[in-house]
């Protein structure tokens, strides 16, 4: 039954099959009992830690409930309320524990039984505190109402009144022991102030005792609740409470311990059992394993030599096989290896006759890819004649633009007009592209009675070659507009440049709000009025930044562009400012705080750029346009600038 190979690999497999199945079913119990462990200490970790969050929302209900006077009377307690829940889920995971595994059955019902003393303690604690709360308030209520009484009547000095006054708040704020034995002390001294006092009638020296005599009760009733409540967190309920929690988690730890121990020990036990039966497995395995091999070894070596004495004589020498044949799989695999090699011999005949044909196909295919070639060459010159072409092409628009650039950099004013106007002043301006659609303005107009000076920065929409030509229309309707007025206000000139941008780039019916660009600016426009001292703002979506003091002062601008705006057009706000020497003034455009960092790809911020300009606001002038820029070329790094920057900080005289 058993002489096949066949026979004997499928007994060794059985065999093997089945001691892995005991294995799998001795893994498959060790880890059901694991993860029983495992969720056994899973929800003990969970009940200790909403005893833990217990333990936290019961003192802050001490601490802050009890001592507030709107709880006595609300009875609203969102630490309370807390604790319920806390206690709800803690209560579900006994239940849950006690209806599991048995392991530390006697331990959660003694925790069980805990539980309900802790809820019946807070619950008391509870009501008390709200009694007390009451009681201490009419208290309070009595002691103005007995101190007026005794001052009008003239029984106590006003000072004996302040000394009972600050008694009862010491006594209302203390809690404890000494505090009230002092009190008592002061209202047994007023007591025999009463009763010495011959000014007083019978009658009337009666009510004021007797009301003395009730008052003092409520002392001794309110000292008692107190003591009965708790002073500090280790006495009365409160420390009752606090050994409660205290008791619980520490039962619930030494539980948690003991699990680790016990899976601990099966762990030990699984690796020793698995190590045991591996041991055997290899054992048997080993012993079969020689026995079938060696009966069968001496034909497969015999195989192995003709094999490759055929491989040497290059497939083509029919060697014959001594070894007989049985019948079992090794003698049909011999006898099929035979007819193997005499199919192979003639295969390798047939392929030798395939090749050669190959071959003078593959020559022919070898000439046509020569052939193509030359093709390919001849239109890769022809490529790099178009090539050249655009590369002139590009040439003469590259000088187009560093020509608009100059241009562009006629119009500006220059860094020295601002020096002029101001003690010191800088300008940091770097495009994005070889143009920029961002611009400075810097005009100063002398009349003799006034003498002013005009200064903003812009940032027009768009940036390169389009941004350009919008910044060429801003500083020519500046221009045009200083001109036809002279003298006028930021929020006038701002108004009116709005008007062009919309009149000049709309095709609207002169109503502004039509389907023409809606293209313009953003800007931040200032005047400087160098008699009075009175610097004027206004901005379109560009705020102005003052630093005095080592304090910033932020200026808002209008939330509305120069140009076409999807709501309602509104004058522009002017805002007044009285500036003193020494005052720094900040302008800028978007680009600074929108550029992007190389590490993190998050933008500057205005935040950061108020905090940098804090910083280094003891800084001269001239070496803070040295930081602004390096700050900004570091946080920038090596990626592309997002948008064209431009900054003005200006020094008052």
Not at 5 to 13: G, H, R
Not at 311 to 339: A, F, M, W
Not at 428 to 443: A, C, E, L
Request: hydrophobic share 35%.
């Amino acid at each position: 039954m058993f002489k096949s190979i066949k026979a004997k690999i499928l007994l060794l497999s059985l065999g093997l099959t089945f001691f892995s199945i005991l294995i799998f079913l001795f893994s498959v119990s060790f880890d059901y009992t694991k993860e029983k462990l495992n969720d056994y200490s899973a929800e003990l970790s969970d009940l200790e830690n909403l005893f833990l969050k217990d333990a936290k929302t019961i003192k802050d209900f001490i601490i802050y409930d009890l001592n507030d006077p709107i709880f006595s009377y609300t009875r609203n307690s969102i630490h309370y309320e807390e604790h319920k829940i806390y206690l709800s889920g803690a209560e579900k995971k006994l239940k849950l524990l006690l209806n599991s595994e048995k392991l530390e059955n006697d331990t959660i019902k003694y925790i069980y039984s805990r539980y309900y003393s802790l809820i019946n303690d807070i619950d008391t604690l509870f009501d008390l505190g709200c009694k007390n709360g009451i009681k201490r308030k009419y208290i309070k209520k009595e002691t103005y109402q007995l101190a007026e009484l005794l001052k009008r009547e003239k029984i106590l000095q006003p000072s004996a009144i302040v000394d009972f006054y600050n008694q009862e708040t010491d006594f209302q704020t203390s809690k404890d022991k000494v505090s009230y034995i002092r009190f008592k002390e002061q209202l047994k001294i007023i007591n025999e102030t009463i009763s010495d006092n011959q000014e007083i009638s019978g009658k009337e020296k009666t009510i004021f005792l007797d009301r003395l005599q009730k008052y003092n009760n409520d002392i001794d009733a309110l000292h008692k609740m107190d003591m009965l409540i708790g002073v500090d967190l280790n006495e009365g309920l409160k420390g009752k409470i606090d050994n409660t929690l205290l008791e619980i988690n520490s039962l619930i730890s030494k539980s948690t311990e003991r699990m680790s121990e016990i899976k601990e020990r099966l762990i030990f036990r699984f690796r020793l059992s698995f190590i045991l039966i591996s041991i055997l497995i290899i054992i048997l395995a080993l012993i079969i394993s020689f026995r079938f091999s060696k009966r069968n070894t001496y034909r497969l070596s015999e195989l192995s030599d003709h094999i490759t004495k055929f491989i040497k004589s290059k497939y083509t020498y029919r060697v014959p096989l001594k070894t007989n044949y049985i019948n079992d799989e090794i003698g049909k695999l011999i006898k099929s290896y035979q007819i193997l090699q005499s199919n192979l011999i003639d295969h390798i005949n047939n392929l030798e006759n395939i090749v050669y044909k190959r071959t003078l196909k593959v020559e022919r295919q070898k000439n046509f890819i020569a052939k193509q070639k030359e093709e390919i060459l001849a239109k890769h010159d022809e490529l790099l004649i178009k090539k050249q072409i655009v590369e002139h092409q590009n040439e003469n628009i590259l000088y187009s633009i560093y020509y608009a650039k100059r241009i562009q950099e006629a119009l500006l004013d220059d860094l020295n007009n601002l020096n002029n106007y101001f003690k010191s002043g800088f300008i940091f301006y770097q495009p994005r592209d070889i143009v920029s659609g961002d611009f400075y303005w810097i005009k100063h107009i002398n009349t003799g009675k006034t003498k002013l000076t005009y200064f903003a920065a812009a940032d027009c929409t768009g940036h390169g070659v389009p941004g350009a030509f919008m910044s060429l229309l801003g500083i020519s309707f500046l221009n045009e507009i200083l001109i036809q007025n002279k003298v006028i206000s930021p929020s006038r000139i701002l108004d009116a440049l709005r008007e062009k941008f919309i009149m000049n780039l709309s095709n609207s019916n002169g109503n502004g709000k039509g389907k023409g660009i809606s293209d313009g600016l953003d800007i931040a426009l200032c005047v400087y009025d160098h008699k009075t001292g009175i610097l004027q703002f206004a901005g379109a979506n560009r705020p102005l930044f003052l630093v005095r003091d080592n304090q910033l002062l932020e200026y808002r601008p209008d939330i509305m562009p120069i140009g076409e705006y999807y709501k309602e057009y509104k004058p522009f706000t002017n805002n007044e400012i009285n500036v003193i020497p020494n005052d720094k003034i900040y302008i800028f455009t978007d680009g600074y705080t929108d550029q992007f960092n190389e590490e993190n790809k998050k933008k500057y911020t205005r935040k950061k750029l108020k905090e940098m300009l804090l910083g280094n606001s003891s800084e001269p002038i001239e070496k803070q346009a040295d930081l602004i820029k390096s700050e900004f070329l570091k946080w920038k790094g090596t990626i592309q600038q997002t948008d064209d920057v431009l900054f003005i900080g200006i020094q008052l005289n």
